[in-house]
């Protein structure tokens, strides 16, 4: 019997083998620790992977395409991904709490908010001129505040109507000169009128 790799015979048909190798003609490479995984050891300490492993020992599994954004290669083709990130390979971002009104979610926590909205969460509508007396209840809609009307709120209500004035603020008629009354109905005769109206 031959003894290969650097073996020696050390007694009739027994070969003492190198380090690194053993078998009864020392054909058979050892690996220490040994290959995991479905690895096999091809030369001493050298393990050849399977396409899913890496790694001295093939303990490190492999993904491809890569993991993305702080991923980690968890298990064959599995990423485990950071808080801000998901999807197969950590490329989504994630938004908490999420965007609302058909914002979508552009990097993690920033929202990129659809016409009409604003805020980071876009929940906030937009009224380009403002509600002046009321609040903004959807994108260019103002809920006006009791007493005004308008697509601003601008327009206070006087009801009955001011008849020879202006309506300024809810309920309350500014006359014009020569008017008087809570609706500037009444003419105001200066002098008196003494016999009549």
Known sequence: ??????????APNTCTCAAGWSGATCL???CSPVCANGGTCSAPNTCTCTSSWTGATCATPVCSPVCSNGG???????CTCTSSWTGSRCT?????????NGGTCSAPNTCTCAAGWTGTTCATPICSGGCGNGVCSAPATCTCNS?????TCASAICSPACVNGACNSPGVCTCNSGWT????????????CVNGA
Not at 181 to 192: E, F, L, V
């Open 147 to 151: 007493g005004w009307s308008g697509p």
């Open 181 to 192: 009354g809570s609706t500037c109905a009444s003419a105001i005769c200066s002098p008196a």
């Open 1 to 10: 019997t031959v003894c290969s790799n650097g073996g020696t015979c050390s």
């Open 28 to 30: 058979t490479p050892v």
């Open 92 to 100: 989504t971002p994630v938004c908490s709490p999420t965007c609302a």
């Open 72 to 78: 980690t290669c968890s298990s064959p083709g599995t």
